[in-house]
């Protein structure tokens, strides 16, 4: 089964709109940390917003937020007020402590937004 | 402080040939973990390391490996290179520790031919 699902290939917004990337996970760990990470097409990853499962709020960071659903297992990013230079890839990203201590990170495959002006 | 930076950029490689590529983490971060994108797919872990050991690996085989030196830069070799490992590698530093972010390099394109 995929551990982080993003069903949306690409998404187009309007420019000053508000946008919501999908996101699902599969875990069984108790204990866990979600992420979504801007990639331009210059390549670097910018991380953009964390959610611990423990969380009681959903995380904010500027324009963005999380939609945390620990039920449903979904962790939607939303940006609000859409600009130009929020067209890019954006991943959805699970963090789970594995043996030996490490974390491993896992990624989804991505959605594709274009902000229309 | 300076983030992470990665060497070289870009390169291309033909196939059987070995390459290495080099990561610098950020200040402070003693922790590395390396990802293979390719096109139009998500990264996936390769492996990770934590103060110089070696302690996860995602499913990739042996002839991707790597190092860590004590001032936690690192470096990812690949041996045998194959078509398919044409790909972009990211590298990526934190603490380590449990809320920690990634924070990543700007990734080296490799091309194999």
């Known amino acids: 089964a995929q551990k982080i699902t993003q069903t949306q290939p690409g998404m187009f917004v309007q420019e000053k709109e508000a946008v919501t990337l999908d996101c699902t996970y599969d875990?069984?760990?108790?204990?866990?940390?979600l992420f979504w990470y801007k990639q331009p097409s210059s390549g670097e990853m910018i991380f953009l917003i964390y959610?611990?499962?423990?969380?009681?709020q959903n995380a904010t960071e500027g324009r963005y937020s999380l939609n945390f659903q620990k039920a449903r297992k979904s962790a939607n990013l939303v940006i609000s007020a859409s600009q130009l230079g929020d067209s890019a890839m954006y991943f959805c990203?699970?963090?789970?402590?594995?043996?030996?201590?490490?974390?491993?990170?896992?990624f989804g495959t991505g959605t594709k937004l274009q902000v229309i002006p | 402080e300076t983030g992470v930076t990665q060497s070289p950029t870009h390169l291309i490689k033909t196939r059987g040939q070995q390459v290495t590529l080099r990561c610098s983490s950020q200040?402070?971060?003693?922790?590395v973990s390396w990802y293979q994108q390719a096109l139009g797919q998500g990264p996936q872990f390769i492996f990770q390391?934590?103060?110089?050991?070696?302690?996860g690996r995602g499913n990739f085989p042996p002839r991707f490996s790597g190092l860590q030196f004590p001032n936690y830069s690192s470096e990812l070799n690949v041996n045998a290179l194959e078509l398919d490992d044409s790909a972009l590698y990211l590298c990526?530093?934190?603490?380590?520790?449990?809320?920690?972010?990634?924070?990543f390099g700007a990734g080296s394109r490799l091309t194999v031919l």
């Open positions: 959610q611990g499962s423990y969380d009681q």
């Open positions: 875990t069984s760990d108790p204990s866990y940390g």
């Open positions: 990526a530093s934190s603490f380590g520790t449990d809320r920690d972010v990634l924070t």
């Open positions: 390391y934590y103060r110089e050991e070696e302690n």
């Open positions: 200040s402070g971060h003693n922790t």
């Open positions: 990203a699970m963090r789970e402590l594995r043996a030996g201590g490490y974390q491993k990170v896992t």
